[in-house]
T-cell receptor
């Protein structure tokens, strides 16, 4: 069964460093997303991406964040200068369509980011 | 913005029994989708069931079913014949027109042998 894969599973970084979280969405999916879950808190939407551009973004997704689909298969989330409060589980997701049918998002297993 | 309330932070159920997890939400949209996701200790988010708001019939997926009350903006999940593997966090999540999921705070379900 096709699945969304994320690497690495756990990333530890020093405050102020840049990190790139990687995702390979399901191959025929067209919409891609990043969500995050701070430990003990709700899962929060960060950004959606379609046709090589951002479709929607939340207020969490500030100038420190960027997304890219560099090669047609990977979908990356970059945090330019990490802060302690960026420590969270980051989930990538993809969906086939937007709107009516096949709109459900399939999630990867997550990347746990720890900023020290 | 949508708000989602799951009023039961924790629940437990005996194996083979039935349990219902509640969810209420607020939305100004008329046509939308609702999902229940399961997050086991591995922390991966797994889709359990979906409901389309324009359909009156409640969705069913094997042992999982929903009770969708559109006017009341209520979307509860019933798990029948609970199994140990159902132990997880369960999140209710409506989908907005922008294709964003808004997650509730979750209900931690423990299935006891």
């Amino acid at each position: 069964e096709p699945e969304v894969t994320q690497t690495p599973s756990h990333q530890v970084t020093q405050m102020g460093q840049e990190v790139i979280l990687r995702c390979v969405p399901i191959s025929n999916h067209l919409y891609f997303y990043w969500y995050r879950q701070i430990l003990g808190q709700k899962v929060e939407f960060l950004v959606s991406f379609y046709n090589n551009e951002i479709s929607e973004k939340s207020e969490i997704f500030d100038d420190q964040f960027s997304v890219e689909r560099p090669d047609g298969s990977n979908f990356t989330l970059k945090i330019r200068s990490t802060k302690l409060e960026d420590s969270a589980m980051y989930f990538c997701a993809s969906s086939l369509t937007k709107g009516r049918l096949n709109t459900e998002a399939f999630f990867g297993q997550g990347t746990r980011l720890t900023v020290v | 913005a949508q708000t989602v309330t799951q009023s039961q932070p924790e629940m437990s159920v005996q194996e083979a029994e039935t349990v219902t997890l509640s969810c209420t939400y607020d939305t100004s949209e008329n046509n939308y989708y609702l999902f229940w996701y399961k997050q086991p200790p591995s922390r991966q988010m797994i889709l359990v069931i979906r409901q389309e708001a324009y359909k009156q019939q409640n969705a069913t997926e094997n042992r999982f079913s929903v009770n969708f009350q559109k006017a009341a903006k209520s979307f509860s999940l019933k798990i029948s014949d609970s199994q140990l593997g159902d132990t997880a966090m369960y999140f209710c999540a409506p989908l907005s027109a922008g294709n964003m999921l808004t997650f509730g705070g979750g209900t931690r379900l423990m299935v006891k042998p």
